[in-house]
């Protein structure tokens, strides 16, 4: 689901909408992992009064697991970092929403980390310095930093020639 075009200011054209790198599930993935190796260690046991009642409470945390993993799936569809001609913008959340929001005029420097294995996914974080109250805004996930970062640069000299 794309940027709401009603949440832009008038004449302001959308350069980047960008979702969290899939990165951003690996972590929760990842849990069901020891979830998966008590399944398979579960079916191995012989049967008894103990095998049921370990199956059940597998089956609930399994349920559990999946829920928990669904409702992060609804957090990353919430979830935007976008770029405009004239701002930066990152929203989250989906009951209780959270905004930053950062005038490209304000921005100061970009920085983009990426380690070995970030670069070979394409992902990475992107560190915003501003002229504002928070300093420095940390957006993690974020798909090919280093992209975003010539975006923003880009979508800065435009506004800078603009005003001009």
């Not at 349920?63 to 970092?81: G, N």
């Given at each position: 689901m794309p940027y709401p075009k009603n949440l832009l200011n008038p004449r302001e054209n959308l350069a980047l909408d960008l979702r969290p790198h899939w990165w951003y599930f690996s972590k929760h993935i990842l849990t069901?992992?020891?979830?998966?190796?008590?399944?398979?260690?579960?079916?191995?046991?012989?049967?008894?009064?103990?095998?049921?009642?370990?199956?059940?409470?597998?089956?609930?945390?399994?349920?559990?697991?999946?829920?928990?993993?669904?409702?992060?799936?609804?957090?990353?569809?919430?979830?935007?970092?976008?770029?405009?001609?004239?701002?930066?913008?990152?929203?989250?959340?989906?009951?209780?929403?959270?905004?930053?929001?950062?005038?490209?005029?304000?921005?100061?420097?970009?920085?983009?980390?990426?380690?070995?294995?970030?670069?070979?996914?394409?992902?990475?974080?992107?560190?915003?310095q501003s002229a504002g109250e928070q300093g420095t805004t940390l957006f993690e996930n974020v798909r090919h930093p280093d992209g975003v970062q010539q975006e923003i640069y880009r979508q800065m000299e435009g506004d800078a020639t603009r005003d001009a």
């Open positions: 069901g992992i020891p979830l998966l190796i008590l399944w398979i260690l579960q079916f191995r046991l012989d049967g008894g009064t103990g095998k049921d009642i370990a199956q059940g409470t597998l089956g609930i945390v399994t349920i559990v697991w999946a829920i928990w993993l669904l409702l992060k799936f609804v957090s990353w569809t919430r979830t935007y970092f976008v770029v405009t001609d004239q701002r930066v913008i990152y929203r989250t959340g989906v009951i209780s929403r959270h905004g930053v929001e950062i005038p490209l005029e304000r921005i100061n420097n970009i920085n983009f980390h990426q380690g070995i294995w970030e670069r070979v996914i394409g992902a990475g974080d992107l560190e915003i």
